[in-house]
C-alpha cells in the first residue's frame, strides 16, 4: 500500500489539495478531523483536557472548548507543548493504526493523510512519501485566515507555530505550490497522484 503524508503552510490550500486527491481515488485521511473527534464530548482529549487545564477549557456539551483552548496554546508556547504532549499519542497510535490496516481487495491504491505538523511533530517515519503544499505569497494567507475569523496576530501567532515554509520543501519528497486557480491545483493532484499511483503498480 502506497501513502503519503500531505503537509503544508496553514491556509496555502493543503486540506483543497488533500480533497482533490479524494476525488482521484485516493483513501484520506485529515487528521485535524481526528483531533476534533478527540475533542467531542466523552472524547480522551477531552477528558484530558479537562485534568490538565481545568474544567473552565470544557464546552458546555462536555467537550473542549477549542477556541479557548487554541487563544492559551498559540500565546503561551508552554502551553502548546503540554497540550501536544497529551493529545499527540492518542492521535499518532489513532493514525497509524489506520495507515498500517491490510488493504482490502479493490482497495484505494493511495492512502493520504493530512498532516498539519508533519516535520514539527516528527511523524515523518514510515510513509512512502511526503508532500507540502505551500505559496508564495503570506498575505494571501493572513487573508486566508483572518476570513476564518481570525485576528491579525492571531494569524500570525498560528503562521509562527509551524515551520519556516522553506524548510518544509527541504524536508518534502514533493513540494506543490498552490499559488493559481483551484482548475491549476486540481492539475498538480492529478499529475501527482498519477506519478504515485503509476510507479507502485
Known amino acids: 500500500m502506497n501513502t503519503l503524508a500531505l503537509t503544508g503552510g496553514i491556509a496555502c ?17 485529515d487528521t485535524d478531523e481526528l483531533v476534533h473527534r478527540l475533542h467531542a464530548p466523552g472524547g480522551e482529549a477531552a477528558k484530558a483536557v479537562e485534568h490538565a487545564f481545568g474544567p473552565e ?14 487563544r492559551l ?3 503561551e508556547p ?6 501536544e504532549s497529551i493529545v499527540h499519542p492518542i492521535l499518532r497510535a489513532t493514525l497509524l493504526a489506520w495507515r498500517d490496516a491490510p488493504a482490502a481487495p479493490g482497495a484505494a491504491p493511495l492512502r493520504v493523510a493530512q498532516i498539519p505538523l508533519l516535520f514539527e511533530t516528527g511523524w515523518t517515519d514510515g510513509w512512502t512519501y511526503t508532500a507540502t503544499v ?28 509551524q515551520l519556516p515554509a522553506a524548510e518544509r520543501m527541504k524536508r518534502a ?7 493559481g486557480t483551484p482548475d491549476e491545483l486540481f492539475e ?14
Open 13 to 29: 490550500g493543503k486540506s483543497l489539495f488533500g480533497s482533490f486527491l479524494a476525488q482521484l481515488g485516493a483513501d484520506v485521511v
Open 57 to 70: 477549557f470544557l464546552a458546555p456539551d462536555g467537550g473542549t472548548d477549542r477556541a479557548k483552548l487554541a
Open 73 to 75: 496554546v498559540f500565546s
Open 78 to 83: 508552554s502551553a502548546r507543548l503540554r497540550l
Open 134 to 161: 505551500e505559496t508564495s505569497s503570506d498575505e494571501s494567507r493572513l487573508a486566508r485566515l483572518r476570513a476564518r475569523g481570525l485576528s491579525d496576530a492571531e494569524a500570525r501567532a498560528r503562521i509562527a507555530a
Open 173 to 179: 519528497d514533493f513540494t506543490i505550490l498552490n499559488d
Open 188 to 201: 498538480k493532484a492529478k499529475s501527482l497522484y498519477d506519478e504515485i499511483t503509476r510507479s507502485h503498480k
